[in-house]
């Protein structure tokens, strides 16, 4: 059985300092800035959401796990 996705796929990422990390993907990537709240802010990309959150404490302590796919991409997983 295949299910298809509705709606727009969204990925989170949690950030240390939030003008930085906007700088980042609005000024140096490109991305556009789609819409902010108090939490942090959404990055339009082509065809997702990057949900970009302020957790002020945040440190990557120990990576678990990488995972490199075909086309050179890196997924890391972390525990925090």
Known sequence: MT???VGTPVAFI???NR????TFYRDVLGFELRSSDGFGDFIQL???LLRV???PD??????VATV???DGNVLSVSQV
């Open 19 to 22: 003008e930085r990390a906007l």
């Open 3 to 5: 299910h298809k996705i």
């Open 46 to 48: 082509e065809g997702a």
């Open 14 to 16: 949690s950030v240390s």
């Open 53 to 55: 959150t302020v957790l």
């Open 58 to 63: 945040y440190q990557v302590r120990d990576i």
């Open 68 to 70: 490199h796919d075909p």
